[in-house]
């Protein structure tokens, strides 16, 4: 090939590369850019969307309201109470149960299907299955605690605890597949050998878990641990369709505090501030998390 | 005491023989090394062996003790990975004591035993370093470490030093031969380096296709091929082929109708020759090439096109037919365009069954 | 045809190539022979452009391909790991290159190409064949199909054999040196393997972590090494490499004598250097068994014999380090015997101990 053949080539894929940005740079401008914007610079004014007329900027008074109110403080505490239940039994079931589907046995590929279903439906429908799964008189869970188990009822959804562990026992069934799905991938990308040198040198098989399975899959196992994180500190839809934030507010996690702000209320100045708040805190706890990510993929390179 | 006795083994992998019914003894402290192409099933052997592949049929025992179903952790065995199979989020320390920690021994003996391992293997200065950091050699001299650090009865190593580069081997060689004799260890060894087979083995066991051709001392498999494949296989360059008839007065011609002339005492051997078409075998380093011939003595007339040097050896490059072939050339003398001869003595002459490649 | 000059690249804080410059003339085969991470593929896809240099220029027919794209610099490349497409039969991934728009090679002359190479390489009957079926000697063969139909000006190849059996890779460097001659094109060949560089190159670059250090044919290298790192990876079995200084006219190893300078060589290595250390490089073929007529003469302990068939090679202890020597005339000591080596002081070769340059 030429040299000039080579440019008027050169030049014609530049103008290629060009035509292929710029959908996705649109996309990018109005759906992601502006609204992040707008977010923050509404959190400065008293804004209602109903009643745009008496607006006045009021600096960070939104953002001082919000975090001196021990109401905040309260939704806080449930939401990380909430998170830290579910997500580390979510993990450690998540952990355990691609273990056992690891070895080969007849059906696997069924069963790892079947086990991957929950994922795929939809928050708001999970909660409304659920909501009747747990109603009192009828529901199926309270038939198998009373008529099969020979328990008291139980009022599932009608005090503070137990709408707490049923919120957390939903949104369990619902994630813990996402876990599997990634440990099951971090533990098949271990190389087989490593397991056959434990072997021979006479490993258990715990010892074998603990000392090759879980660190050398912990970067994965971490990462998993991120995603699910930030994505349950945001959980409305569950707690929406499910328990409806109640009983009263029991089970109101922050993001359903912003809902009824922002759409409730119509307080858009303050409900802008509360999803900055909450924005911030995630990227905090993302933050440690993925140090940790970075030390882990270090040592096991 | 660690004799192993293979009988009849053989593994299958659907419709692929993998172990074709072999039969092994060996002997106790021995060091055998299965050679053979890849695909000949040797590792597949090895692996049945240690156990971390069932066997469809046939026994293997470890003295006299029938040891199919075992796990790989009670036959007390250690094993050296081609891949070292380390574990990289371990330093080398933690990587050796890996397989003591797991018999839960005492931090003191634990202490003692990766001393006396260290200083064998002149690992002392690598003990605290991350098994990413070092260099090939020490990564496999580390995995040689654990393997031996439990003191095994049976060592078996998987193609250890494939991964290495010429350098790291060369060394490797030298470090197996001396642990192998320090520990008096039973060592069961799979390559396709003949050059390793040869260097390291009391005997080697060759194979092709899930079958052991032969089984002999390297000298005796070097010298003495008692099958076509053995020649073909060992040797740096192999064994020349040469496929022939018999002819008048218990010469034979060859392909290209060339003929070679034998001594009085060969051409017996050739008369008593029952199949009409077979292989004559010989190594090149025995075909002198010469200016002048012993009208009595084996000689082929040759033409040298070109010469080579394989190993700081000359060589000289002829054809017969379409064939390559190999001779000696002492003192590199220049081969010119004309004619000349190679000759050769009766010992090193072999002929072969062109089917069944066993010996004549 | 091809020239790099003062090329430099790094990844990170790991400099891969320290100003390296090189030419390859038309019609020859270039080796670019050095450990693993010495930079070799790095310059090789450098030269395809499938990397771009920090520094320097590729010329390719003294055009600047500097800032070309690979696609248009009229190349080919077997990569180390055969890359076939494994949703391609065979006769399809040897067409791949030519169906593409840049080339504008037409249907009939593809069959007719692929017709001719297929013949070449023995491999017609493999057309039609799925690439999951192959074994590795002949999924290189393909490999190597799919470069030459392409009928490139310059053929790269990165460690082409490095994945297959010892007797494969005798085998198809032998047919590769025969293609060569057939198509007479450039080759610019990288490897790791000292036999491989040897028995194909025309002429052989060494490097080194980096730096190439000498470009030459095989033999010049092996008589007139510039470094020591030269030295050592040109050499097989591996040269000696012994630590000395220079106390007044003698050079001792180790506080004990080797042999004295005469002025003459005392004077030559004054005018290089002030220092009084170096390593003396000795190259196992040049030593021999017992005490020669003008021969520096020492004596050692066996401490082990490795054979390898015609040649055998004896690691010797003398004065604490450890001399291989290779030899084909029968051999009857054994570990700790008392042996008797010498060596001319002429093959005696010299080098700096702290740069390894080479002193004459």
Same mark, same amino acid.
């Given at each position: 090939m030429t040299n000039l053949e080579y440019i008027k080539y050169a030049r014609k894929e530049k103008l290629i590369k060009y035509f292929f940005l710029w959908p996705a740079l649109i996309i990018l401008l109005f759906l992601i850019a502006y609204p992040f914007i707008m977010l923050i610079y509404y959190?400065?004014?008293?804004?209602s969307f109903l009643r745009p007329?008496?607006?006045?900027?009021?600096?960070?008074k939104n953002y001082v309201n919000i975090l001196t109110d021990t109401y905040t403080w309260e939704r806080f505490i449930f939401t990380f109470k909430y998170v830290a239940l579910a997500v580390s039994i979510q993990f450690i079931l998540g952990i355990l149960i691609a273990h056992l589907l690891q070895s080969e046995f007849r059906g696997r590929e069924a069963v790892f299907t079947i086990v991957l279903m929950?994922?795929?439906?939809c928050p708001v429908v999970v909660g409304l299955f659920w909501k009747y799964m747990f109603n009192?008189?009828?529901?199926i869970m309270n038939y198998f605690v009373?008529?099969?188990?020979?328990f008291n009822q139980v009022e599932w959804l009608g005090t503070e605890r137990n709408s707490l562990w049923a919120t957390i026992i939903a949104d369990t069934w619902m994630w813990t597949p996402f876990m599997i799905l990634l440990s099951s991938a971090a533990f098949s990308s271990i190389p087989k050998y490593l397991y056959e040198a434990a072997s021979v040198d006479r490993a258990s098989n715990f010892f074998k878990f603990t000392n090759i399975t879980l660190p050398l899959s912990a970067p994965i196992l971490i990462l998993a641990l991120i995603f699910r994180l930030m994505d349950a500190m945001k959980q409305f839809d569950l707690v929406y369709t499910l328990t409806?934030?109640?009983?009263?507010?029991? &089970?109101? &996690?922050v993001s359903f505090t912003l809902y009824k702000t922002a759409f409730?209320?119509?307080y858009t100045g303050e409900g802008s501030a509360w999803a900055f708040i909450l924005l911030i805190i995630i990227i905090g706890l993302s933050s440690i998390l993925i140090k940790i990510l970075n030390y882990l993929s270090e040592r096991n390179r | 005491m660690a004799r192993i006795r293979l009988e009849n083994l053989k593994k299958h992998y659907g419709k692929v023989k993998?172990?074709?019914?072999i039969s092994l003894d060996i002997q106790d402290k021995e060091f055998v090394i299965f050679l053979g192409?890849?695909?000949?099933?040797k590792t597949t052997t090895l692996r049945c062996i240690a156990g971390l592949e069932a066997a469809n049929g046939g026994n293997i025992f470890f003295d006299e003790k029938r040891?199919?179903? !075992?796990?790989p952790a009670d036959r007390n065995i250690a094993m050296v990975f081609q891949f070292y199979? !380390?574990?990289?989020? !371990?330093n080398a320390y933690k990587n050796i004591i890996f397989p003591l920690k797991a018999e839960k021994m005492s931090s003191h003996e634990i202490k003692k035993k990766v001393m006396w391992v260290a200083e064998l293997l002149r690992l002392e200065h690598t003990l605290n370093r991350k098994i990413s950091e070092l260099p090939d050699g020490d990564k496999q001299k580390v995995a040689l470490a654990r393997a031996i650090v439990r003191n095994p009865e049976v060592l078996l190593l998987d193609? @250890? !030093?494939?991964?290495?580069d010429e350098k790291f081997r060369e060394q490797m060689r030298i470090e197996f031969l001396k642990i192998q004799k320090a520990l008096s260890v039973t060592t069961v060894y799979v390559t396709h380096d003949q050059r390793e087979a040869m260097t390291l083995a009391d005997r080697i066991i060759v194979m092709k296709e899930g079958k052991i051709i032969e089984v002999g001392e390297p000298e005796k498999l070097y010298e003495? @091929?008692?099958n076509l494949f053995t020649g073909y296989f060992i040797g740096s360059p192999g064994m020349n082929f040469i496929a022939c008839r018999a002819g008048e007065e218990g010469n034979i011609i060859t392909e290209g109708n060339a003929t070679i002339h034998f001594s009085k005492a060969v051409q017996k051997k050739v008369k008593d020759i029952s199949i009409e078409k077979f292989i004559f075998g010989i190594r090149p380093e025995y075909l002198y090439f010469s200016k002048t011939i012993m009208k009595e003595g084996n000689y082929l007339k040759v033409k040298i096109i070109n010469q080579e040097t394989i190993q700081q050896i000359q060589y000289g490059n002829f054809y017969l037919g379409n064939n390559l072939y190999k001779c000696l050339m002492q003192d590199s003398?220049?081969?010119?365009?004309v004619e000349r001869y190679v000759v050769f003595h009766d010992e090193k002459i072999r002929f072969y069954d062109p089917e069944s490649g066993e010996i004549l | 045809m091809v020239k790099l000059d003062h090329i430099s690249k790094s990844f990170g804080s790991i400099q #891969? /190539?320290?100003?390296v410059s090189l030419t390859i003339n038309e019609g020859e085969i270039f080796v670019l022979l050095g *450990?693993?991470? #010495?930079g070799k593929t790095t310059t090789l896809k450098i030269t395809a452009g499938l990397i771009k240099p920090d520094e320097g220029n590729v010329y390719i027919k003294d055009n600047?391909?500097?800032?070309? *794209?690979s696609a248009f610099r009229n190349i080919s490349f077997v990569f180390e790991n055969y890359n076939?497409?494994?949703?391609?039969?065979v006769y399809k991934n040897i067409a791949f290159a030519l169906k593409s728009k840049l080339l504008r090679v037409d249907d009939a002359e593809i069959e007719r190409r692929i017709k001719l190479v297929s013949k070449d390489l023995h491999i017609e009957q493999l057309?039609?064949? *799925?690439?999951?079926? /192959?074994?590795g000697g002949e999924t290189q063969r393909i490999a190597l199909a799919r470069a030459l139909v392409r009928q490139a000006g310059l053929n790269l190849f990165d460690e082409? /054999?490095?994945?297959?059996?010892l007797k494969l890779r005798e085998e198809l460097r032998v047919e590769f040196k025969e293609l060569h001659k057939q198509y007479q094109s450039t080759i610019f060949y990288v490897t790791h393997d000292h036999d491989s560089a040897v028995s194909i190159a025309d002429r052989i670059g060494i490097l080194h972590e980096g730096v190439l250090h000498q470009i030459d044919t095989p033999e010049n290298l092996i008589k007139n090494p510039v470094h020591i790192n030269v030295a050592s990876l040109i050499n097989y079995p591996a040269i000696n490499v012994l630590d000395c200084r220079l106390v007044g006219k003698k050079l001792n190893a180790d506080g004990l004598l080797l042999y004295e300078l005469t002025d003459a060589e005392l004077h030559a290595i004054e005018k290089v250097t002030d220092k009084k250390d170096f390593q003396i490089g000795l190259k196992p073929r040049d030593i021999k068994m017992g005490k020669g007529k003008n021969q520096l003469s020492f004596s050692g302990k066996v401490l082990n014999i490795e054979y390898q068939g015609y040649n055998k090679v004896i690691n010797v202890d003398l004065f604490g380090s450890n001399i291989r020597m290779i030899t084909n005339e029968i051999v009857h000591k054994e570990y700790g015997d008392e042996i008797n080596i010498s060596f001319s002081k002429n093959d005696v070769l010299l080098f700096g101990r702290d740069n390894g340059k080479r002193i004459k």
């Amino acid at each position: 090939m030429t040299n000039l053949e080579y440019i008027k080539y050169a030049r014609k894929e530049k103008l290629i590369k060009y035509f292929f940005l710029w959908p996705a740079l649109i996309i990018l401008l109005f759906l992601i850019a502006y609204p992040f914007i707008m977010l923050i610079y509404y959190s400065f004014f008293n804004f209602s969307f109903l009643r745009p007329v008496n607006t006045k900027f009021i600096g960070f008074k939104n953002y001082v309201n919000i975090l001196t109110d021990t109401y905040t403080w309260e939704r806080f505490i449930f939401t990380f109470k909430y998170v830290a239940l579910a997500v580390s039994i979510q993990f450690i079931l998540g952990i355990l149960i691609a273990h056992l589907l690891q070895s080969e046995f007849r059906g696997r590929e069924a069963v790892f299907t079947i086990v991957l279903m929950p994922m795929m439906l939809c928050p708001v429908v999970v909660g409304l299955f659920w909501k009747y799964m747990f109603n009192t008189e009828w529901g199926i869970m309270n038939y198998f605690v009373h008529n099969v188990l020979g328990f008291n009822q139980v009022e599932w959804l009608g005090t503070e605890r137990n709408s707490l562990w049923a919120t957390i026992i939903a949104d369990t069934w619902m994630w813990t597949p996402f876990m599997i799905l990634l440990s099951s991938a971090a533990f098949s990308s271990i190389p087989k050998y490593l397991y056959e040198a434990a072997s021979v040198d006479r490993a258990s098989n715990f010892f074998k878990f603990t000392n090759i399975t879980l660190p050398l899959s912990a970067p994965i196992l971490i990462l998993a641990l991120i995603f699910r994180l930030m994505d349950a500190m945001k959980q409305f839809d569950l707690v929406y369709t499910l328990t409806g934030g109640g009983p009263g507010d029991a &089970t109101q &996690t922050v993001s359903f505090t912003l809902y009824k702000t922002a759409f409730q209320y119509f307080y858009t100045g303050e409900g802008s501030a509360w999803a900055f708040i909450l924005l911030i805190i995630i990227i905090g706890l993302s933050s440690i998390l993925i140090k940790i990510l970075n030390y882990l993929s270090e040592r096991n390179r | 005491m660690a004799r192993i006795r293979l009988e009849n083994l053989k593994k299958h992998y659907g419709k692929v023989k993998a172990v074709d019914d072999i039969s092994l003894d060996i002997q106790d402290k021995e060091f055998v090394i299965f050679l053979g192409p890849s695909g000949c099933g040797k590792t597949t052997t090895l692996r049945c062996i240690a156990g971390l592949e069932a066997a469809n049929g046939g026994n293997i025992f470890f003295d006299e003790k029938r040891v199919n179903d !075992l796990e790989p952790a009670d036959r007390n065995i250690a094993m050296v990975f081609q891949f070292y199979a !380390l574990y990289p989020h !371990l330093n080398a320390y933690k990587n050796i004591i890996f397989p003591l920690k797991a018999e839960k021994m005492s931090s003191h003996e634990i202490k003692k035993k990766v001393m006396w391992v260290a200083e064998l293997l002149r690992l002392e200065h690598t003990l605290n370093r991350k098994i990413s950091e070092l260099p090939d050699g020490d990564k496999q001299k580390v995995a040689l470490a654990r393997a031996i650090v439990r003191n095994p009865e049976v060592l078996l190593l998987d193609e @250890p !030093l494939s991964a290495l580069d010429e350098k790291f081997r060369e060394q490797m060689r030298i470090e197996f031969l001396k642990i192998q004799k320090a520990l008096s260890v039973t060592t069961v060894y799979v390559t396709h380096d003949q050059r390793e087979a040869m260097t390291l083995a009391d005997r080697i066991i060759v194979m092709k296709e899930g079958k052991i051709i032969e089984v002999g001392e390297p000298e005796k498999l070097y010298e003495e @091929p008692k099958n076509l494949f053995t020649g073909y296989f060992i040797g740096s360059p192999g064994m020349n082929f040469i496929a022939c008839r018999a002819g008048e007065e218990g010469n034979i011609i060859t392909e290209g109708n060339a003929t070679i002339h034998f001594s009085k005492a060969v051409q017996k051997k050739v008369k008593d020759i029952s199949i009409e078409k077979f292989i004559f075998g010989i190594r090149p380093e025995y075909l002198y090439f010469s200016k002048t011939i012993m009208k009595e003595g084996n000689y082929l007339k040759v033409k040298i096109i070109n010469q080579e040097t394989i190993q700081q050896i000359q060589y000289g490059n002829f054809y017969l037919g379409n064939n390559l072939y190999k001779c000696l050339m002492q003192d590199s003398e220049s081969a010119g365009s004309v004619e000349r001869y190679v000759v050769f003595h009766d010992e090193k002459i072999r002929f072969y069954d062109p089917e069944s490649g066993e010996i004549l | 045809m091809v020239k790099l000059d003062h090329i430099s690249k790094s990844f990170g804080s790991i400099q #891969a /190539l320290k100003d390296v410059s090189l030419t390859i003339n038309e019609g020859e085969i270039f080796v670019l022979l050095g *450990p693993t991470g #010495a930079g070799k593929t790095t310059t090789l896809k450098i030269t395809a452009g499938l990397i771009k240099p920090d520094e320097g220029n590729v010329y390719i027919k003294d055009n600047d391909v500097t800032d070309v *794209p690979s696609a248009f610099r009229n190349i080919s490349f077997v990569f180390e790991n055969y890359n076939l497409f494994p949703i391609y039969n065979v006769y399809k991934n040897i067409a791949f290159a030519l169906k593409s728009k840049l080339l504008r090679v037409d249907d009939a002359e593809i069959e007719r190409r692929i017709k001719l190479v297929s013949k070449d390489l023995h491999i017609e009957q493999l057309l039609d064949r *799925p690439t999951s079926t /192959l074994s590795g000697g002949e999924t290189q063969r393909i490999a190597l199909a799919r470069a030459l139909v392409r009928q490139a000006g310059l053929n790269l190849f990165d460690e082409p /054999l490095s994945n297959l059996d010892l007797k494969l890779r005798e085998e198809l460097r032998v047919e590769f040196k025969e293609l060569h001659k057939q198509y007479q094109s450039t080759i610019f060949y990288v490897t790791h393997d000292h036999d491989s560089a040897v028995s194909i190159a025309d002429r052989i670059g060494i490097l080194h972590e980096g730096v190439l250090h000498q470009i030459d044919t095989p033999e010049n290298l092996i008589k007139n090494p510039v470094h020591i790192n030269v030295a050592s990876l040109i050499n097989y079995p591996a040269i000696n490499v012994l630590d000395c200084r220079l106390v007044g006219k003698k050079l001792n190893a180790d506080g004990l004598l080797l042999y004295e300078l005469t002025d003459a060589e005392l004077h030559a290595i004054e005018k290089v250097t002030d220092k009084k250390d170096f390593q003396i490089g000795l190259k196992p073929r040049d030593i021999k068994m017992g005490k020669g007529k003008n021969q520096l003469s020492f004596s050692g302990k066996v401490l082990n014999i490795e054979y390898q068939g015609y040649n055998k090679v004896i690691n010797v202890d003398l004065f604490g380090s450890n001399i291989r020597m290779i030899t084909n005339e029968i051999v009857h000591k054994e570990y700790g015997d008392e042996i008797n080596i010498s060596f001319s002081k002429n093959d005696v070769l010299l080098f700096g101990r702290d740069n390894g340059k080479r002193i004459k």
